[in-house]
């Protein structure tokens, strides 16, 4: 028998909370909120969401009645537009930190921000990283509490487009049912690269703005402070809700934390490059 | 733009100086501004006191080698400044 069910999630200060029933709903929170610890507070939610599901088909409820937007489809279209929605309203309540649209991950205890708009390619890369045994942080937003250089991630499932597939495939998965697919996107659980361990959070020790483009001349370059504050500030993404819209917050983190510009073609060129970058802050 | 025009410094922009170079944000247009060691010194010497004509004597007192170069470049800089808002001329 089907039951309505809550499921709270708290990240970065704001919390959506997501009523769901049927078999389908289930399958589709336990997926995508895997690694997401559920919140202990009720009552609190900044954003409800409802999902529904019935017959093998799930529908997905946003907004307040006359507002309200019906979205019925397959279980990876409903998972994918659900799990945007979901960062989006957890994101756009932060008030406690700086909430960045980035990846992050960790290597030997060392945390790499990667910051980008969606056509830049870095969930593949992320993917990538993973397969040469990065912990996984997030490939989508990242929160750094009040005032500190540490890397909270969202962790949930990678992103990845299709037309991306034929790279990660060739990662050395195996685990098909981690893999949940839309029209034009796969939603790839980090536990489908062997050895990767999902982690909830790491020091700030590195900022690399990378762009995938099969044309480019291999860069590798450092920004000054100045250039890596105005790039920040291009994918900070709560701004708006924090004084003065967060600007001495980002100067403060451009001079503690060095920062980078990554261009690339081929994933070849990057390999060890990341990891003498993180050498000297290891001490 | 002429010789004797005085640009100045817009105010309300939060203004964070890092090894020389500028980070200027302004909070109500949501604008955020990178300027390189050259334009920010030109833009920290935008004190609506000085004209153009004196801005680019004291760029040459203390930059003689670069004498022939400068009005031109001061002249792009200041257009730029101006088309981005952050200066204007009195």
């Known amino acids: 028998m089907n039951e309505l069910r809550t499921h709270t999630i708290s990240f970065a200060g704001s919390t959506v909370a997501l009523q769901y029933e049927g078999h389908e709903a289930v399958r589709i929170i336990e997926f995508l909120f895997r690694h997401i610890p559920t919140s202990e507070e009720q009552g609190v939610a900044d954003v409800t969401y409802h999902l529904l599901s019935k017959g093998g088909v799930a529908e997905l409820r946003l907004g307040h009645r006359e507002n309200e937007i019906h979205f019925r489809a397959s279980e990876g279209e409903v998972a994918g537009y659900l799990l945007g929605r979901v960062c989006e309203a957890l994101a756009s309540h932060s008030t406690g930190g700086m909430v960045f649209h ?15 708009t969606m056509e830049v390619g870095k969930s593949t890369l992320t993917a990538w990283l993973l397969s040469r045994g990065y912990d996984y ?3 989508e937003m990242v929160y750094l509490p009040n005032g500190e250089a540490r890397l909270v991630g969202f962790p949930r499932p990678l992103n990845l487009r299709r037309s991306s597939r034929f ?21 790839v659980q980090p536990d489908w690269f062997p050895m990767t361990r999902v982690c909830s959070a790491a020091p700030l020790n590195l900022i690399i703005f990378p762009r995938y483009d099969l044309r480019a001349t291999f860069a590798f370059e450092p920004l000054s402070k100045a250039q890596a504050g105005l790039e920040l500030m291009r994918h900070f993404v709560n701004a708006r809700n924090l004084p003065e819209a967060g600007f001495p917050r980002i100067a403060q983190l ?4 060095p920062a980078y510009r990554l261009r690339y073609a081929r994933f070849e060129q990057i390999e060890g490059r990341i990891e003498a970058r993180l050498a000297p802050a290891r001490g | ?16 100086e890092m ?3 500028l980070l200027l944000f302004h909070p109500q247009e949501k604008k955020v501004l990178y300027m390189n060691e050259t334009t920010a010194l030109v833009w920290q010497l935008c004190d609506g006191q000085r004209t153009i004509q004196e801005i680019t004597a004291l760029l040459v ?7 022939r170069e400068i009005p031109g470049d001061l002249e792009n800089i200041l257009k730029q400044l101006q088309q981005e808002r ?3 001329l009195a």
């Open chain 1, 102 to 116: 980035a990846s992050a991950l960790s290597w030997n205890g060392m945390g790499v921000m990667l910051p980008g």
């Open chain 1, 137 to 139: 942080l997030t490939d």
């Open chain 1, 167 to 187: 790279v990660w495939q060739e990662l050395r998965g195996e685990r098909t049912e981690e893999v949940w697919s839309g029209s034009d996107f796969d939603l």
């Open chain 1, 254 to 257: 451009v001079r503690r934390v």
């Open chain 2, 1 to 16: 733009m002429s010789p004797s025009d005085k640009p100045k410094q817009k105010p309300d922009y939060h203004l964070e």
């Open chain 2, 19 to 21: 090894d020389n170079e």
């Open chain 2, 61 to 67: 007192e203390t930059f003689p080698d670069a004498a």
């Open chain 2, 86 to 88: 952050v200066i204007e």
